[in-house]
């Protein structure tokens, strides 16, 4: 099985782009070990964060299904992931002059 190259990057898929992220985690597990299901979902969310920022993920359509993966070229499938984007309304009021 092929190792990363750098530890402290990933490769996702969104959409027909293959994207590499800077992960904010001080390094990823090891491709030959099994992941936990949370590790996986925690990577994917910080893809996700990485789209919607950079990548102009606010204009897409949600929810995304991104694939992890360990190498550029998309040999080695980490996990494929819907993520949903949450959305939290913000108010402000005004008092209207009468």
Known sequence: MEKMPDKQHIWYGAGSKTY?????AT???DPDDDFEDWELESLADDAAEDYHSEHDGWETAWPIEFHLFADKEGKHLLGSFTVERDFEPVFSSTKVKT
């Open 20 to 24: 590499l992220h800077a992960l904010k």
């Open 27 to 29: 390094s990823l597990p």
